[in-house]
C-alpha cells in the first residue's frame, strides 16, 4: 500500500533521491502493445531539470532503462519493471541535514513515521520520485486511444488566469518553459518567479489540467467516483495542497438553477460545470480541474529551526534550488491523470 | 473496488434509495471493543432529515440494525454488518423520471455505465447511502481515542467566514441547525438558503473540517498521502467538487518564507499552514481542510432536459426538496474522516 | 481482508451462526443481468441440512432476502446484498460451552485472536458462514456462459473411488443425497456414515470437482495462479486440509515423460494430467481437482477437553449433529469455484 | 494484481528469463530494521542453479543489486527494490521454440493469454522468477523473531518417507545437496533422479514444510485463513501442483474421535494433526505442509509436439536441464512461507 497506484493498471514506485535508483513497476498493461520510447523520451525530457534559466541547474540525464515486460518492442503484459539511475546525487551538501529538519519538509515527520530516515535530501519523499510516474504515465497513455490529456500553468502567486477552461491556450502550452495555459500570462508569471528568486524566495501555484475524449461511464461508485481517484491522484503529488473538478470552490457561489448543465439531445451537456462527471461517472464532457501547490519549502535564505535535539539552528542556503516547480510539475499531473484515467478505462471493461 | 472504503478498516457500503435497505459491512475492526450506540444515534440524528425548517419534510426513521460482528455488546473482531430499512420510499413520484434524464443529476451516467437503472430517486447515487457512512464513521470513532472530528458550514453562496480556523466557533456548532462554524454567520447563511428557497432555487457551500489531537506517523508514501487519502474520502461524497488542506488554493498566493512552518523546539509548528502535515504524513498539528459542495441539483422550478429519446420535455417540481444539505454533511464529512483516520491509524501500527 | 473473496467479482460475507443474520454483499457485478432466483434457491437447497437422514436435524428455512443490487428482476451493477436470518439457533445448548473449548475447533483460536468470541455455536467459524458463498456463487454462475461446474463425493474414510476424473458419473451426482461421483460407491459412502454415527462418530473424506468450457488463458501470473487461486478457495471452505489440481500428489509418482500432456493440433491435449492449466493459466481443457476435508470434529461421545482455566473437563455430547458434511459441502465447492471462475473472466477482460 | 503477494508486506516481482534482469519490490517492511545480507546470500546460494552433479549447469551468478529502501545497513520504512541481471541467457538456445510449444509447460497459454510471447526460454513462466521470492523471503525473514522455517524433501518419484512429521531429520536437510527431510533416504532419492536422467527424463516429489515458534492468532477468517494464503501461496510455485496442512489427504481416511486433537491444560494439544490451525487461525502448534511438484516437463528426449500452424513437430532435447528441481525449490518454499507468515503477522497487529 502507498506505493501503488491503480487497481488493474498499477504503478508501484521506489526509490530514495540519492539511493542508487529511482523506478517503477506497472503491472496490468494487456500484451502486445508497441511500445513509443520517444513519447516516454519527451515526457521526461518535459519533467526534467534545468530546462530553463528559471529551473535548478541539477541536470540529470533521467535516462530510463527497462528492465522487463517488453519484448521486440511490444508488452508481453507482465510487468513492465524501469529504472532511472541517480547520478548527480553530491550528498556532500546534505551532510548538514543529518540532524537537523527543514521547515515545511517531510524530515522530521519521516523520522517519526519510520524511526529511520535517509537524510541525504528529501530521499522517499523527494519530488525525484515524480520521474518514475511520468514513465508509468506515458506507458498508460498508450491505453488512451482517443483521449487526450494536457496541463498547463493557471496561477504563480498573486497572478491568476480569468479565462474560463475552454478559452485557454491548450496548444501553446509547451511553447515556452513556463507551460502557461494562459499565453497571456507568461512574461507575468516569469517575472513574478523572477523576483522571488532575487529575494531568495520561492513561489507557488496552480495547474488546471484538461481531458479530452472520455467515453461516459467512467468511475465508480460509490467511494471510486472519478473526481475522488483523480483527485487522489493528484493531491498524491509532492507539494499539492488542494484539487478541484469543474467549477470547484468557485462553483459554491452559485445557486442551482444557474450551475446545473442542462442536456442538449444527444446526451452532451451546454455547460460543463461539472467538469465532465455527474454522479461520480464521466459523461463525456471535458474533465477539467486544478491542483493548487505550496511555494517550493526550500529558499535561498538563512531559516531558524530545530535539531534532533530541539536546539535552534539556522538553516543557511545551500547549492542552486528551484524558486519554483510548477512548469516540471505539468507532465506529472499528465502522468497521474494517465495513470488513473486508464485504470478506469481497465476497469471499465470489466462492467460490460 | 468502488464500494469499499479503507485498505484495514474497511466499509463496504450497498443500497438504493428506494430499494428494501441501505446498509454497510464493517471489516477490521479489533475485537473486544464496547459499542456506544448513544454515539451512533447521535450521528444518525445528525443527519437526519427533518431537523429544521430549512430541511427536508422526508422523515426516515433510520434505524440501524445490526445484523453481526456484535456480541455482549462487544465487538467481535469479524465484520460488523448492518441495514437501515429505507420505509418512506413513495416511488410513484418519481415515475415520470423514468425515461427522463435530471440535469446534473447521475441519471444519464448510471444508464451509460451500467445500462441497467433504478430511475425511482437517485438510486445509487442517492445522498442516502451516506447514511451507511455515518453508521461506519460512529464505529470508527471508537478507535480514535484522544482525536476529535469536527466539521461545520464554512461559507453558504456568497457568504464565507473570514476567520482563520483556529478562531472558528467548533464547540458552538451544534447549537443551531445550521451548523455554523462562523457563529457571526449564523443568520446570514439562514437567510441566503430562504431566499434561495422562496425563489425554487438552492445554495451550495463549503464545509470546513477539523481533526485535532493526531499522532505524527499517520500517512503513506507516496500515493496514500494522508491528504491524498482524506482528499478522496471527501470528494467521494455526493455533490463535493474540491477539497483542500491548510492553506490550499489561498496558500499558492503565498511565498515559501511566509508559507513555512517554523519549529518550534517540541517539533510542534508556530504556525500550521500545512494543515497538519509533511511529506503526506501527519506532524501531530491540527488538521484542518475544506470541502466544496455544489448547489443542490434538484430545484423547484421548472427545467429543460431531454428524454431516453432525445426529446426536450421539461421537468417540472414535484414533491419537497432541500435547498442545501450542508448542515446534514457535516456529519458525512465527519464520518469520513473518522474512518479515513482509524485506517491509518490500524495500518501505522504494522509499521512499527 | 479476510472476509472478501475476488479481486473483480468480490463477496464479502459477514454473520455469526447464532447472530441475527449472515449473509454477503456481491461487488462487481456488470449491470443489467437477469437474475435466475431458481438457481439461487436450487443450490441453496442443495446446501441446507437436513436433506436426508444421514444429516442433521436442524432444519433451517435458509430465505435469501436481497436488499440491494436488482431491479425489476435484473442487476444494477450495483452491490448485491442479501440476508438470511438465523431463526432456529437455540443458543441454549451451547450455554456449557461458555467457558469450554471444544478439540479441533476455532473457540480457542478465535478467542487468542479477538479476545472476545460468540461461545454460541462456531460464530463465525460455523459452516453456516457458507450459506452466503452458495448465494454469492449462484450470482457468479450468472456470468459462466459455456462454463460447467460440477462436484461431487469422491472418497469418504479409507473408500475412495478408483475411476479417473474422465470416467466418474458427473450427470448422476444429486441422484442421490449422498452426491456420489461414482455411482458404484454410494452405497458403501452410505454405510460408511452409518456405521460411524451409530458409534457417536464421524467422518471425512475427498469432494472431486470439474469446470468444463473454460477458455484459454484465465490465471495471472505469478502468484494469483489459476490453480493458486482456487485452491485458496477451497482451502477456505471450513474442514478443508488439502488441495490438489489435476494429477496433484499421485502425478508426483510419474516421470515427466508419462506425465507431459502432449498436443493435439487444434491445441487441445491428449491427457489432462496438468488439470487444465500450465504455468498458471487455464489451457482450454477440463479443470478437475479435489479437496481433502477432514472428519467432522464435534462428535456424539464424551470428550475430555479444557476449560478456560485450563481445568480438566468432559464434554458430554448434546444436540444432534451431523456425522458428516461432504453431500453439503458440494454445492459449497461449487460457489467457489464459480465465483473464482467469474473473477478471472472479468479480469481477463481488462488483458484484452 | 497477481504479481503482488501480501497485504501488508507486499512483494511484486518482475522479469523475464532471458530479459535483462528479474527482480522485485517489497513494501512494508517496518523502519529501522537491519539487514543481514549474509542470510539472503545464503539462501540465494541454495536456490541457485549448478549445486550439484545433479542439477542444471547453467551457473547464474545471481548477484543481488539493492535500488531503494535500505541507508546505512537499515531499512527505511520505504520499498526495498532489488534486481538480480540475467546474464547466462543463451537464447540462441531458444530459437527453434519461436514456433513451437513445448508439452506442459506455459508457451501455448501465455500465447493465448497476451498474444505476445517472450519464447526465449519460459519468460515469465520460468522458475528463474522465483529468485526474487527468494529475496523477498529472506528480508521477510528478518520480521520473524522466534520463528523458524525450514522445509526439505519429503518424496521423489514413488519414493516417499514413511516417518511422521516430528521424526524427521530437520537439522540435517543442508547435509547434502538433495535436502532430503529423511535422511535415510537420501541415497534412494539421488538415485531415483540418477535413474531418470540416465533415461533422458525426470521426476518430480513432494516437499514438507514446517513452521515453528508462531504465535496463536494468526489467519483472518473466512477466506484468508492461514492455510488458504500458505496453500495459494505453495501453489503459485512452478510445477507445484497439491498442497496439504497436517493430516491432509491422508486425514480423510481417520474419524473424527481420532483425528481431534485433544487440548493439554496450557492450551497446546496432545497430538497435531490439524498441522498448527484450528479455523483457519494458527494455535501455537507447529504448521507442517506438504507441497506436491510434478516431474520437470522439459525431458532430454524428443518429444512430439505442435507448431503454431498445428503442424506436428518433434522437439529435440537440447542443452542440458535439471532432471529435478525439488533441492533448488526447498528455499523458494521457505521464501514464500517467510512472505507469508510476515504478512499474517505484522496484519495481525492491527487487531489488537
Redesign the interface.
Known amino acids: 500500500?502507498?506505493?501503488?497506484?491503480g487497481?488493474?493498471l498499477?504503478l508501484?514506485?521506489?526509490?530514495?533521491s540519492h539511493?542508487?535508483?529511482?523506478?517503477g513497476?506497472l503491472?496490468?498493461m494487456?500484451?502486445?502493445i508497441r511500445i513509443d520510447t520517444d513519447l516516454i523520451r519527451r515526457q521526461m525530457e518535459r519533467r526534467r531539470p534545468g530546462q530553463s534559466g528559471l529551473t535548478t541547474a541539477r541536470r540529470e540525464a533521467d535516462e530510463v532503462?527497462?528492465?522487463?515486460?517488453i519484448?521486440?518492442g511490444?508488452?508481453?503484459?507482465?510487468?513492465?519493471?524501469f529504472?532511472i539511475r541517480n547520478r548527480d546525487t553530491r550528498s556532500r551538501d546534505y551532510e548538514e541535514l543529518k540532524n537537523t529538519?527543514r521547515?515545511?519538509?517531510?524530515d522530521?515527520?519521516?523520522e517519526?513515521?519510520?524511526?529511520?530516515?535517509?537524510w541525504r535530501g528529501?530521499?522517499?519523499?523527494s519530488a525525484r520520485?515524480t520521474a518514475a510516474r511520468v514513465v508509468g504515465g506515458a506507458l498508460a497513455m498508450h491505453l488512451l486511444e482517443g483521449v487526450r490529456i494536457r496541463a498547463g500553468v493557471w496561477?504563480v502567486?498573486?497572478i491568476r488566469s480569468d479565462k474560463p477552461w475552454d478559452r485557454l491556450d491548450w496548444d501553446r502550452i509547451d511553447e515556452t518553459p513556463v507551460r502557461s495555459a494562459d499565453a497571456s500570462l507568461t512574461s507575468a508569471f516569469e517575472e513574478a518567479v523572477r523576483r522571488?528568486r532575487a529575494e531568495?524566495?520561492?513561489?507557488?501555484?496552480?495547474i488546471i489540467g484538461l481531458i479530452e475524449g472520455l467515453p461516459?461511464?467512467l468511475?465508480?461508485?460509490?467511494?471510486?467516483?472519478f473526481?475522488?481517484?483523480l483527485?487522489?491522484?493528484m493531491?498524491?503529488i509532492?507539494a499539492?495542497?488542494?484539487?478541484?473538478?469543474?467549477?470547484?470552490?468557485e462553483?459554491?457561489?452559485?445557486?442551482?438553477?444557474?450551475?446545473?448543465?442542462?442536456?442538449?439531445?444527444?446526451?452532451t451537456?451546454r455547460t460543463n460545470?461539472?467538469?465532465g462527471?455527474?454522479?461520480?461517472?464521466?459523461?463525456?464532457m471535458p474533465v477539467w480541474f486544478?491542483v493548487?501547490?505550496?511555494?517550493?519549502?526550500?529558499?535561498m535564505?538563512p531559516?531558524?529551526?530545530?535539531d534532533r535535539e530541539?536546539?535552534?539552528v539556522v538553516l543557511e542556503p545551500k547549492g542552486r534550488h528551484d524558486p519554483w516547480v510548477l512548469p516540471r510539475a505539468v507532465p506529472v499531473v499528465e502522468a497521474m491523470a494517465a495513470l488513473t484515467v486508464a485504470d478506469f478505462i481497465?476497469?471499465?471493461?470489466?462492467?460490460?
Open positions: 500500500m502507498g506505493n501503488t497506484w487497481r488493474i498499477r508501484t514506485t521506489f526509490g530514495e539511493g542508487p535508483a529511482t523506478g513497476v503491472e496490468g494487456p500484451g502486445g532503462e527497462f528492465l522487463s515486460g519484448f521486440e511490444r508488452t508481453l503484459g507482465t510487468p513492465i519493471a529504472l529538519y521547515p515545511s519538509h517531510a522530521w515527520t519521516y517519526k513515521k519510520f524511526g529511520h530516515r535517509d528529501g530521499g522517499r519523499a520520485e496561477a502567486e498573486t522571488a531568495g524566495d520561492t513561489v507557488g501555484g496552480i461516459p461511464g468511475g465508480e461508485p460509490v467511494f471510486d467516483k473526481e475522488a481517484r483527485g487522489a491522484a493531491l498524491s509532492p499539492a495542497k488542494g484539487f478541484e473538478i469543474g467549477s470547484g470552490f462553483g459554491t457561489r452559485m445557486r442551482g438553477s444557474a450551475h446545473n448543465d442542462l442536456f442538449n439531445p444527444d446526451g451537456t460545470r461539472s467538469g462527471v455527474q454522479g461520480g461517472i464521466t459523461n463525456g486544478k493548487a501547490f505550496k511555494p517550493v519549502a526550500t529558499i535564505r531559516q531558524p529551526t530545530v530541539g536546539r535552534p481497465l476497469l471499465q471493461k470489466t462492467r460490460q
